[in-house]
Every structure is written in structure tokens, then in C-alpha cells.
């Protein structure tokens, strides 16, 4: 399976042109964010989504990624799957359970997503992977006719599973939801990643929370490789037109980190994921880390940096060279009662909000954030109203896709610096300005 | 103020007619249930309503009503508010926190609402009246463009409020929230509603639950009688565009309840309800009262059922000259995973949906019943998800709205028995039957 031969480098000469997307027929992901946009990609990519009982469509379409430009480390990119296209820099909504929590998949579109992210360890547990399948794979299930990413549940197996045993073989944990004995291995990983039909699939790797010493970590960086290898090899029964992600481990150290990051990249995966930060360090030690790996792999692969971050991160880890995301923040914030917009985080929760007829941002693309106040928001989250979190979520995700969206025409056109001096300033600024 | 000139009769050789309008520039109230439809109401009736720090926009279309058929006791008819029509037989979607729970205004247009009724008592104590007319009232508020009717905080105040003491003078509880003591009289119901920029304000009145002593029924009567004459003179002060309606109570005391139509009758209201049904009594009960009242009110205004009911209520009651509904059945059901069908309720906690493909409804116009698997929701039921409340919450309200549609479109030619029939026919076959 000629695993490296996906991904094409676009010449330097064409690095600042507009990029051209492979489908000619699909909808421009910068252009689609609108219930009219997931239906028309609905009919141009996924005919068969609507009609229950039939197998998934079989799509022949490769997965690919094209660098189209570059300023800096920053990279513009765009990521073609069997669901359409990516843009990079991107960020990820996570459905973790088949959902964006609060939102159907028509509004998770209108907020810009191309790709969501969905959680093999919850999946597999409930409502189970071989019954995803039988249903027609996981776009159908969950109406998301777009790419998806599913990671390997080694994640949330360090930290929601019980009484979890990390051997060779793999590992051995208690559900969480009824205290069953589960095993997940590498190549069980895969295989539900596989019934799952994600369009990306994580190998299987151990994340070690931070600090932890170095021969934990090393212990745990050499385990990933050892699953990397076999993940890889498990991936070969997959259809074509999917992609393996290898995951550099090695906390902190960066020795360690060099040494994952090679032996991945000689194995060859079709994108490199940063995993284990964000997981306790600072963020300089983040930003350290990534400024790092980011150059020892391949510069015509996609680089994922997996659970992370704030606005902040975002924009700091692109300047050094990343070029997907994935963060509950967004929505688990919103969720709680937090707003993230061009001015900082808004605590609707706060009673300064209560008689505010400001909407959050008016210069908004995302209706949530223009068509209701301050004070209603607050109203909501105050009263507990479902419709409160709805809206939160809503805002968050646009802001977060609004951001990745800017840092991509930015770097399309050379002005990555001044666009995230303009982004630091905004924050800074706050939302206390008078009306 | 001349408050029985308000509506209007359509001669009896007219009944059959397609229904006309008042205003032309309107979107239709049977086509309008997409999100271009709120859009264009929103531009066409509610200019000022995306402007904040704005007053409310000044209206001055009157509040009417014209009975466009009839069909048996059955009535199509028309209200006009100074936002928007209202298409009779109508249910009104509850919204008591200002939010119907779950969606967002425009998700709640798109199931074809016309009206939705928010609950004064929830509102008077949180965010507060006042408030909210400071923020330029509560269509404003809640986003909503188009018709809100709210009650008058009495049947709350019975079912929901602590320590609560009625008198002639009103009732004075203690509020649910904080304990702090608040008093209810009628004048202040009106002058909650008229701050909250209702459509269409109730009475306050007394509801008791059934069974009751007919002492007890008779007292509560004189007493919501009292009420809604210190009601009507409070209404003076409402801008004229504005309707109250007076409620008949009386329990299941057929006397009683024709001494209560009759003198609110002779009082004059812009609309008539009963109020005091569905509250533990027998649906025989209700329905013999229903028909014993409805002949007593004038024809020609709207006369409206509180609180009622199942699908079948619903029809039973138009088949008994009802105009229009509200009830949380919809929405708390679709929280709690039921949803309500052409074939019946589907309960989606059942294990049976588990591997189910099929939709709930591939007939629908409701995309929620059309989109998502049997097997789908209920992962998201058992998963306690958001989306679950969401999508069924929606596939009710959608479901509810097309009924109602239905009526309205038989009555209007003449083919209600017929409709009735093959509803209840449909109700019965169940949503077993083989793919």
C-alpha cells in the first residue's frame, strides 16, 4: 500500500495563489457555512446518506494534502478526503458520542467545520462499533456527510476508564458507563476505527499526563511506536481512500520527542499528530515542544496537535507550523456559560451581563452572536435553558472557525503576523468597551 | 375602547373559500415554515427587531379575528396581531422561560409556528418584567418576530409557588426561586403582560385542580370572574393593538361553567378560553365540557383550550369548535425521548430502536424525521444527549403544526370527519409495522 505517495507539494512559485480545490463540484469550504451549503455537499457527495438500509457509498476519491502556501511556519493547506475537502489550518468540532453536543449537524456545518472529530473509546462502548456499521458507518448515523476524524481511545482510556492494565498487547480497562472489562489493542483500534468509517484513524498510543519523569515517558513514547508499527500494518486491510495518523509522543523531553518523531516519520503515515501536550505543562513548554517536532516531520504532511487549545494556542501553534486541531473547549465552554469572541472570553454567567442589550459581536458572521443580547444569554445560562448552552456552542464554534478561517487568508497572502498581532490585540482588549 | 368590534364574520356562503389574508405583504402561516420564512417575517413585520437600544417598533395593526370556515363545530379562522397572522386551528408552542426549550426562534418558526405562548410567572421572576421592556420587550428579547400570547401567571402560581394565599385582593406566594414573597392581582398580571409587549394577555384567574367540591369550584369561579373584570379595566391602559382574553372556569360543573361563559361573555373580551380542564380529570369529562361551552361563546372569536393536550385531544377538541391550544406535551415528551407520530408515540428509550434504520417519519416535512435513524435517537436518548431533547423536541412541535395544518386544510374543505377518521386510524396501526 503505497502509504507515502499521497501527498503532493505544491511548488514554491504558487505558494501565495489562491488555492484550488481537487472536487470541482464541491462546495468551497470557505463559502459553504450555511444551511443551503451541507445541503448541496449533502446531494454533490453523499446521494446515498438519505436512504437508510444500504451499505455506505463506496467513494474511490484518495486522501491527499496539498500545501498551497506558506508565511513563516505557518502553513495554508487543504486536505482532500472521500468527504470532501479540508481547509488547513483547521480546527475540529469534537463529537465525541456521534454529536457535537447541543448541535445537529446542519448547524455544526453553518459554523464553518469541514472535519469533526468523534471518539473511538465512547463509540465503541456505546452504541458499539459493529452496530455503527450495520447502520451504514458513522456519517450516516450521524447525518455528517463531511470528513471524520475518530482518534484511537487510548485517551479517554487513561482518563475515564477504571481499573486500566497498559501491557505489550494493548490495554485492558472497565467501561466507565457499566464497569464491563474491555481490551483495546492497536489493531482492535483500527478495526473500529475502520467499522466506524473515519476518513482519518489515530494509531493507538499512550499519553502520559505531565510531569512525569523520563523514564515514564520514554517507557510510554517507546510503547506508541511499538503501536504505531502495528497500527500500521492492521491499517493495510482498510479501504484506500483513508488515512493513518502516526502520534509523536515523549512529554516534555525533547530528545524523546525527536526520536518518536523519526521513527514515525521512517515508518510513513499519512499526517503526523503532536499528542501528550496540552496535559498539565505550561504553555511555553507546549509552545517549545511544538517549535521542535514541527520541523522534523515532513513538510507535505498534515500536522495535528490533539486537544488543543484556546484561541491563543491556536494562532501560536500555526506560527510554528501545525495545521489541524481538535478542543472541547469550545464547546464545553460554551456550554458552561462562556463566550470566546474577537474581544476575549464573556462570562455570561457574570450579573454584569443582565441588563446589557449588546449582542456579543456585531460584526459577527454567526447569527447567534448578532441576533440576541447580553442579557438574554445571561437569562438563559442563569435559567439553565438548553438554548443558552445551544447558543454558546454556536458562537464558540463560528469565533474558533472565524479564527482558523482568517489565519488562512493571512497566510494565503503573506500577512500572518499582522493578522495574529491584530488577533493578540483584540483579546487584550476585552468586551468592556462602551457601547 | 370598543373591544367587541374587533372581529369580523364571514358570511356563511364564504365558508368554503380558500382563505384570504389581511395582510399581503405577510408570509403565508401554512408556508412559511422554513428558515427564509422567518427571515422574510422578520423583515417584512419586525424591521427594528435585530436593532438594539431601539424602543419597540410602534404597531398599530388591531388585534382581529375571521372565521374563514367551518366544518361541523369545527372552525378555520385567522388571527391578525401587530406580529403577524395566526392560523386557526392553532397550537401555540411553550416557551415559558422565553425559550421554547431547546431551539432557537428560528428552529422554532421552521415547524410552522405562528404563536408561541411564554409564561408570565416564570418571567416576573426571572429576568423580571421590567427587564425586559428596558430591553425593548420580549419579542425582542427572545428573538421572536412574530405572535406571543402569555398567560397570566395563575396556574403557576397554584402549581409551582410555595406558601401561596389567595384573596380577593390577588394571591401572594412565595417564589420558587429565591423564596422571596411576591403578590399577583390582576392589575399587576396586566401590567406584567403589557410590560412584556404580549399579543395577546390573559386574565388572571383561578384554576383548581379536579377533582373539586362544587362550593370550592363555585367560590374559584366568582372569584376569576371578579379578576377578569379588574382585568378588563386594567386592559384600558394596553396599547390598542393589543387582545385580552377572559377564561371560563367552573370545573366539571356544567352550570358553572355556563354561568362563567355568560357573564364573561357580557363583559366583552377579544377571545375566550377555558382554563380548568385537563387537570386530572377523565378526557370524557373534558371533552362533554368542551362541547357544552363552546356553543355559549360568540362565533365569532377565537376561543382557546389551555393546556391541552395529545394529538388526539387536539382533534376531538377542534371537532368541538376550539380554536386553539398550548401544551408542554410536545416539547417535555421529546425531553424524555417520546416522540409523537402520524402512527402513534414512539417511546425511543426502548431497546428495540437500537438497530432500527429507519427514520420516524420518512413522510414528513420535518427533516428531524426524516434524517436521523430510530436507532440513532435512541443512542442519543440513552447517551442523554442534547441533540436527542433537540431532534425530537422538533419532530413533536413538527408534528403537532402538521396536524393542526391538516385540520385546517379539511375544514376548510369540508372533509373534517374525514381527516378525523384517518388520524385516528393512524394513531391506532402503530409504528410496528414491517420496513
Redesign the interface.
Known amino acids: 500500500m503505497p502509504l507515502l505517495a499521497a501527498g503532493t507539494v505544491a511548488p514554491a512559485k504558487h505558494l501565495r495563489q489562491k488555492p484550488k480545490l481537487r472536487s470541482g463540484n464541491l462546495v468551497r469550504p470557505d463559502s459553504a457555512s450555511t444551511?443551503e451549503g451541507i445541503s448541496a455537499i449533502s446531494q454533490a457527495v453523499d446521494p446515498q446518506s438519505?436512504k437508510?438500509?444500504e451499505g455506505e457509498a463506496q467513494r474511490t476519491a484518495p486522501f491527499s494534502f496539498r500545501l498551497l502556501a506558506s508565511d513563516g511556519h505557518a502553513r495554508r493547506g487543504e486536505i482532500a478526503t472521500a468527504h470532501g475537502p479540508g481547509a488547513t489550518p483547521a480546527f475540529m468540532a469534537v463529537g465525541t458520542?456521534?454529536?457535537v453536543?447541543?448541535?445537529?449537524s446542519?448547524a455544526v456545518r453553518a459554523t464553518g467545520a469541514d472535519i469533526v472529530l468523534a471518539n473511538t473509546y465512547h463509540l465503541m462502548l456505546?452504541?458499539g462499533a459493529e452496530?455503527i456499521a450495520?447502520?451504514?458507518g458513522l456519517h450516516?448515523?450521524?447525518?455528517w456527510p463531511r470528513a471524520i476524524l475518530t482518534d484511537s481511545g487510548g485517551f479517554q482510556v487513561m482518563s475515564l476508564a477504571e481499573l486500566r492494565k497498559v501491557e505489550d498487547k494493548g490495554v485492558t480497562f472497565r467501561s466507565h458507563l457499566d464497569g464491563a472489562t474491555v481490551e483495546l489493542s492497536p489493531e482492535r483500534a483500527i478495526e473500529i476505527q475502520n467499522l466506524l468509517g473515519a476518513d482519518i484513524a489515530m494509531q493507538l498510543d499512550e499519553c502520559l499526563e505531565l510531569p512525569a519523569s523520563r523514564p515514564e515517558l520514554e517507557r510510554a513514547m517507546r510503547l506508541s511506536l511499538a503501536w504505531a508499527e502495528r497500527s500500521k500494518r492492521a491499517f493495510e486491510a482498510a479501504p484506500p481512500q483513508r488515512a493513518l495518523f502516526g502520534i509523536v509522543q515523549g512529554g516534555d523531553d525533547p530528545q524523546l520527542r525527536m526520536a518518536s518523531a523519526r521513527s514515525l516519520v521512517a515508518m510513513g503515515f499519512h499526517g503526523y499528530a503532536i499528542g501528550g501536550l496540552a496535559v498539565g505543562e505550561p504553555q511555553e513548554v507546549m509552545l517549545r515542544t511544538i517549535a521542535e517536532v514541527a520541523p522534523a516531520l515532513p513538510a507535505d504532511r498534515p500536522r495535528y496537535l490533539m486537544g488543543v487549545g484556546t484561541p491563543e494556542d491556536l494562532v501560536e501553534a500555526v506560527a510554528r507550523g501545525i495545521d489541524m486541531f481538535d478542543c472541547v473547549l469550545p464547546t464545553r465552554n460554551g456550554r458552561h456559560g462562556l463566550a470566546f469572541t474577537r474581544f476575549g472570553p464573556v462570562n455570561l454567567k457574570n450579573a454584569r451581563h443582565?441588563?446589557d442589550?449588546?449582542?456579543l459581536d456585531e460584526g459577527s458572521a454567526c447569527?447567534?452572536a448578532?441576533?440576541?443580547?447580553r442579557?438574554?444569554l445571561?437569562?438563559?445560562v442563569?435559567?439553565n435553558?438548553?438554548?443558552g448552552?445551544?447558543?454558546l456552542t454556536t458562537v464558540n464554534l463560528s469565533y474558533y472557525q472565524e479564527l482558523m478561517a482568517g489565519m488562512r487568508e493571512a497566510i494565503a497572502v503573506g500577512t500572518f503576523a499582522q493578522f495574529r498581532a491584530a488577533a493578540s490585540e483584540g483579546w487584550a482588549r476585552g468586551d468592556l468597551a462602551p457601547?
Open positions: 444551511i438519505r437508510a438500509g458520542q456521534a454529536t453536543k447541543g448541535l445537529a446542519e456505546r452504541p452496530r450495520a447502520l451504514g450516516r448515523f450521524m447525518h443582565a441588563g442589550p449588546r449582542p447569527p447567534a448578532r441576533d440576541y443580547s442579557a438574554y445571561h437569562h438563559l442563569k435559567a435553558e438548553m438554548l448552552a445551544i447558543l457601547v
